[in-house]
Every structure is written in C-alpha cells, then in structure tokens.
C-alpha cells in the first residue's frame, strides 16, 4: 500500500512566524514531490514541486527533500493570516497520491 | 487557457440512485485523474488515466463505480448504486503527459447522498 503521511494538526502559527510541514511516504520508488495548498471548500492549487534532494526555495516557501530519509517538508517565512488553509503532500510515482493535509492556522 | 471543466458542481440524490459526473481536463494533457475528497480528509485516487488507458484503478470501488475515458479527453465517472457513505468532493484533475509536471484541478462535483 503506497502511503503518504503527514500531521493534521492543527497547527498554529503566529503572524510572522515560520511554520514548518512534514510529510513522509512509503514508496521509494517516488519521483516528484508536490505541496498543494486548499482553502475551505476549493479546489487544491499548486505551491511547489521538487524532484532532487535538497532544499528547493520559492519566495517565502522552501521545499526540503530527503529521499533517503523517505521525507519532505515545507516552510512557510513570514507567515501570514492568508497562508491559512490545509497544506496536502502528494507524492507520484505512476500514480499520484496525496496526504490527508495539515491545517494550518496564522493568527494575526 | 482554460482550465479542468467539471459538471455539475453540486448533486444531491438518494441512496441506491446512480449519478454521473463529468471531466473535460485541459487540452493536451493526457493524463486524467479522478479523485475522492471526504470532508476532512485528503484526496484519494479513485481512477487514473493516460490517454485511454488505465494506469491505476486500485482504490475504486468496483462494484458500483466506473469511470471512462473513451477519446482520450472527456471523461466521466459514474456511481450506481450510490450509499450514504459516497457523500463527498469528487476532483477531476490533468496533467502532461507521464512523470510530467502537476495536476491541475477542476471545481469538484459536491455529491450528497441521503
């Protein structure tokens, strides 16, 4: 069975802050990665992808992938009250699977 | 460019009714998804297409779930007979072709079963 794992939550976040996601997964076989973010009742949106091992930096969000490790995980800099929302890992190989999300709140 | 185009939006039936939702994914891409999205939870891939082929359909429910692709571009994803348990987001998504770059996703279908 293909996993991917991550933290529900909630987790919550002071205006400014970082906030720190993880994720890990089962197949080793797994070659890109992606954060999705989703506000309440919409539809997932793309924040990032990475397919190497190391840090992949977008703006206020860095992407970190250890494959080894089976883990990847997303920083948000400089969090803000719009970064609220519940941030899905997916995971692709052939298919393409998702984690059930952490929700994320950013209080002002 | 226009984006996944799904119909309708909103479905409510009763259980044991059948219900159709439709796909249209962005042009050229010819990977297609059909996801599963239970409040609360995250994504479950239902059916995943290449073209018209079947990559993965591991996690759809046979007996009353079918999904087809038959040109390679629209598809639709059918229920029948529908259970309470079916109540949820139903996401169609589409990417470039294998290994590709991200799926993008349509508006979803809410299907509410009572």
């Known amino acids: 069975q293909k996993e991917v794992e991550q933290n529900s939550g909630p987790l919550s976040v002071p205006e400014g802050a970082i906030a720190s996601l993880n994720c890990t997964y089962s197949d080793r076989g797994s070659q890109s990665f992606f954060w999705y973010r989703q506000y309440s009742g919409k539809s997932p949106e793309l924040i990032m992808f990475?397919?190497?091992?190391g840090d992949k930096e977008d703006g206020r969000f860095t992407a970190q992938l250890n494959k080894a490790s089976q883990y990847v995980s997303l920083l948000i800099r400089d969090s803000q009250p719009s970064d609220s929302a519940t941030y899905l890992c997916a995971v692709r190989n052939n298919d393409m699977r998702f984690g059930a999300g952490t929700r994320l709140t950013v209080k002002p | 460019e226009a984006g996944v185009a799904q119909s309708p939006r909103y479905k409510i039936i009763e259980k044991r009714q059948s219900v159709a939702f439709w796909c249209n994914p962005i042009?050229?891409?010819?990977?297609l998804y059909w996801y599963q999205q239970i409040l609360g939870q995250g994504p479950k891939l239902l059916i995943q297409f290449q073209n018209n082929g079947v990559v993965d359909d591991s996690q759809l429910p046979k007996d009353r779930f079918s999904a087809e692709r038959l040109k390679g571009v629209d598809s639709t994803l059918k229920i029948q007979p529908a259970k309470l348990e079916d109540s949820a987001v139903y996401l169609c998504?589409?990417?470039?072709?294998?290994?590709?770059?991200?799926?993008?996703f349509g508006q979803g279908t809410r299907l509410t079963v009572v």
């Open positions: 042009s050229g891409h010819a990977t």
């Open positions: 990475i397919y190497s091992n």
């Open positions: 998504a589409s990417s470039f072709p294998p290994l590709g770059t991200e799926a993008f």
